[in-house]
T-cell receptor
Framework: GNSVTQMEGPVTLSEEAFLTINCTYTATGYPSLFWYVQYPGEGLQLLLK?????DKGSNKGFEATYRKETTSFHLEKGSVQVSDSAVYFCALGLSGGYNKLIFGAGTRLAVHP | EAGVAQSPRYKIIEKRQSVAFWCNPISGHATLYWYQQILGQGPKLLIQFQNNGVVDDSQLPKDRFSAERLKGVDSTLKIQPAKLEDSAVYLC????????????FGPGTRLTVT
């Protein structure tokens, strides 16, 4: 079936450290891939997306590349800030008939000064 | 631009009682979604509306859950009767019909069933 697997958290980093959050997926067809973020006390919001293989999505210093050969979409940031502390969700978008998102379990990131 | 509104934010009920959640999507968003998020898991789609019609309710436990979207705007999700395993955060989201994966989420309703 269709599913998303994320690395377990929490991930704890110091400010200015390099961030990687791993995401792999299983899907039929050619899904689109997304990262959503949930800041404390707020609703989920779209962070970045990639719609086909080798596409790189980027936003707010975060990047992720759609790797079809490894079925992965890892999230990276070169230098994290305290304000990046949040829960990050990887998701795949299924099409055909009706469009829906399948979310991973989420990875909590805590950045300390 | 106002975001997706949900109420109540928190609700505690006993098992076998009923509960209802309300959602007001972003103005102009034709598609509305209800998700269930159990602690430690990602959001799981329960039901998706296009205007006031249901397009996907395959994951909705229809023996106890119901939802409606009157006039294609506000929506209500109801649970009757509630079970302990219904304890979760219920999220409402909306999107433009042309961008179904770019969803805007409300803050959610945290339900505790005792």
């Amino acid at each position: 079936g269709n599913s998303v697997t994320q690395m377990e958290g929490p991930v704890t980093l110091s400010e200015e450290a390099f961030l990687t959050i791993n995401c792999t997926y299983t899907a039929t067809g050619y899904p689109s891939l997304f990262w959503y973020v949930q800041y404390p006390g707020e609703g989920l919001q779209l962070l970045l997306k990639a719609t086909k293989a080798d596409d790189k999505g980027s936003n707010k210093g975060f990047e992720a590349t759609y790797r079809k050969e490894t079925t992965s979409f890892h999230l990276e940031k070169g230098s994290v800030q305290v304000s990046d502390s949040a829960v990050y969700f990887c998701a795949l978008g299924l099409s055909g008939g009706y469009n829906k998102l399948i979310f991973g379990a989420g990875t909590r990131l805590a950045v300390h000064p | 631009e106002a975001g997706v509104a949900q109420s109540p934010r928190y609700k505690i009920i006993e098992k076998r009682q009923s509960v209802a959640f309300w959602c007001n999507p972003i103005s102009g968003h034709a598609t509305l979604y209800w998700y269930q998020q159990i602690l430690g898991q990602g959001p799981k789609l329960l039901i998706q509306f296009q205007n006031n019609g249901v397009v996907d309710d395959s994951q909705l436990p229809k023996d106890r859950f119901s939802a409606e979207r009157l006039k294609g705007v506000d929506s209500t999700l109801k649970i009757q009767p509630a079970k302990l395993e219904d304890s979760a955060v219920y999220l409402c989201a909306s999107s433009l019909w042309t961008s179904p994966y770019e969803q805007y989420f409300g803050p959610g309703t945290r339900l505790t069933v005792t």
